[in-house]
């Protein structure tokens, strides 16, 4: 699903890497924590995965592609297979619950009688059905993530990247997520999650992959946030 | 394509920035305006000459009582000398298309016609007045044979070619056609400056949007239709103003107030506005896309 290959990622400016000569593997289907201290290079992992950036050196492989080669107009095709989900939600508030959904199949040109179908599925399966019509600024914190979740996953991505997405909920919200989070997981949704948040870490027992520094330091299939160093 | 989806974010986009759109659409308005009018003088150029090159001709003026250049040290013309002259210029054909003789009593009657109100005409009398060629020529422009042939031969005062006094004419109004056409030009660089800097607030205020789109695999070209299609809109109804201008011109100022008052010439038909106007609309509304096209690879990148 996403593997590294000696990536390197120096942002101009700039003279120590965000990410120095990283190689890892992800498969489909696993569910992931990317761990470690601000400026470790969480941010630039997922960037690449993206490609809103590209690497200094070596090669990003996602969904069986070599991102350096890809050439501009098929990053949208790549970004179709990719859910991406806030710490900040980012929801349009002016539109509603079931609009800031169905905006994201709009805008890759789904037919209306695909969006009237799906929307209010994916709806069900976040939890938040009867609260279509709603705008985002009458909802609380855990249910504007979960507008961004049924967002993010409304096109079936095989691909999931969460950037800290319980970073701005309090931990019973947060509990709430993860649970969504996993059912996502269980539906064939390869999940690459970073976060700071210590006690889901522990709880979830997935694997974790910790960066410091722009290395990988840490890469454990069952592991918890950190050791006691 | 969902049509209704591009058309309903191109809609509220307008409304979201509409003093800026405004802007765009006067000064789409004026500047295509401008550059309308400056193509109408040049068809008007163009419409008398070939109203006017087709009636002028070349005076070959004889000697008369008065006379003093050089040519015309002999006295006044001789009928040998005319009746030369004459069969001269019938050889030149098929250049001399016509000639025509017009007598010293002829001259003066026409002269008392054009200057019927003038009190110089008390004062004038007939043989004050060359008689004259009126030499009518296949090519305008090439009056130099006729002149080369003619001028100091004995009997000849003068030769004449209305032409030239045309020309100046003609050379005025193109002066005023080429400042028009470069205040047009200027104009037009600020329309795509203002343009430019238009799509960069739309650009902004919808940051959200576009931020998102990116994010969700929306193509380049769906995140970039409605800021073109809003620039193009915003030009477009700026050029459809300039050439309501430009009719307006043409039924008010033209039809109605010049052609009236100088009957002598030919002015610009509708043919002349029906060509301009597509190439107003086609120029404004392409500078307009070409500008947004440059601000949103700038702004709007994958």
Not at chain 1, 187 to 213: F, N, P
Not at chain 2, 54 to 67: A, P, Q, R, W, Y
Not at chain 2, 85 to 94: H, T
Not at chain 2, 150 to 162: H, K, L, S, T
Request: hydrophobic share 45%.
């Amino acid at each position: 699903m996403i593997l590294f290959d000696r990536v390197t990622k120096l942002y101009a400016n700039q003279e120590r890497p965000a990410l120095d000569e990283v190689s890892l593997e992800i498969e489909k289907g696993e569910f992931v924590f990317l761990v470690g201290p601000s400026g470790s290079g969480k941010s630039t992992f997922l960037r690449l995965v993206l490609r809103e950036e590209r690497p200094t050196k070596g090669q990003v492989w996602v969904t069986g592609k070599e991102l350096n080669q890809l050439s501009n107009w098929k990053i949208p095709a790549l970004r179709r297979q990719i859910g991406t989900v806030f710490q900040d939600f980012r929801l349009l508030p002016n539109k509603t619950v079931a609009e800031n959904v169905a905006f994201a199949l709009e805008v890759i040109g789904k037919p209306a009688s695909h969006i009237r179908k799906v929307v209010p599925e994916v709806l069900e399966v976040v939890g938040l059905e009867g609260k279509e019509e709603r705008r985002p600024d009458e909802l609380s914190g855990g249910e504007q993530q979960r507008v961004a979740i049924a967002r993010a996953f409304v096109n079936r991505p095989i691909l999931l990247i969460a950037d800290e997405p319980t970073g701005n909920l309090d931990p019973g919200t947060s509990v709430g997520i993860m649970k969504l989070l996993d059912r996502i997981n269980q539906l064939g949704t390869t999940v690459v999650m970073s976060t700071h948040d210590q006690a889901i870490v522990d709880q979830m027992r997935r694997r974790v992959i910790e960066l410091e520094g722009g290395h990988v330091v840490r890469d454990q299939p069952r592991g918890v946030y950190g050791y006691a160093r | 394509m969902r049509v209704n989806f591009v058309a309903s974010e191109v809609s509220s986009g307008i409304r979201r920035n509409l003093t800026m759109t405004m802007a765009v659409i006067i000064t789409v308005a004026v500047s295509l305006g401008l550059f309308g009018a400056s193509m109408l003088v040049r068809a008007q150029v163009s419409t008398m000459k070939d109203f006017w090159y087709d009636k002028v001709e070349v005076s070959i003026f004889l000697c008369g009582k008065g006379s003093d250049t050089p040519s015309c040290a002999g006295g006044p013309v001789t009928k040998a000398q005319r009746d030369q002259i004459k069969a001269d210029l019938e050889s030149l054909k098929p250049l001399v298309v016509s000639v025509y003789y017009e007598s010293q009593a002829e001259a003066f009657a026409r002269f008392q016609e054009q200057f019927k109100n003038s009190p110089i005409v008390d004062n004038v009398k007939p043989t004050a007045l060359p008689e004259s060629f009126r030499v009518k020529l296949s090519d305008p422009t090439k009056y130099d044979v006729v002149a080369s042939a003619f001028a100091g031969r004995p009997g000849i005062e003068q030769v004449n070619d209305q032409r030239k006094i045309l020309d100046k004419f003609f050379r005025l109004l193109g002066g005023l056609q080429l400042i028009a056409l470069l205040i047009a030009l200027s104009m037009l660089v600020v329309t795509v400056l203002l343009i430019v800097n238009t799509m960069r607030v739309a650009a902004f205020s919808r940051r959200r949007e576009t931020s998102i789109m990116r994010l969700v695999g929306a193509s380049n070209f769906y995140i970039q239709l409605p800021f073109l299609l809003e620039a193009a809109v915003a030009a477009g109804i700026g050029a459809i103003l300039a050439v309501v201008g430009l009719v307006f011109v043409k039924i008010i100022v033209i039809d109605q107030v010049l052609a009236p008052s100088f009957q002598f010439t030919a002015f610009v038909g509708w043919d002349a506005v029906l060509a301009i106007a597509p190439l107003m609309i086609l120029v404004g509304v392409g500078l307009a896309a070409i500008a947004a096209f440059f601000t949103l690879r700038k702004y709007l990148r994958v």
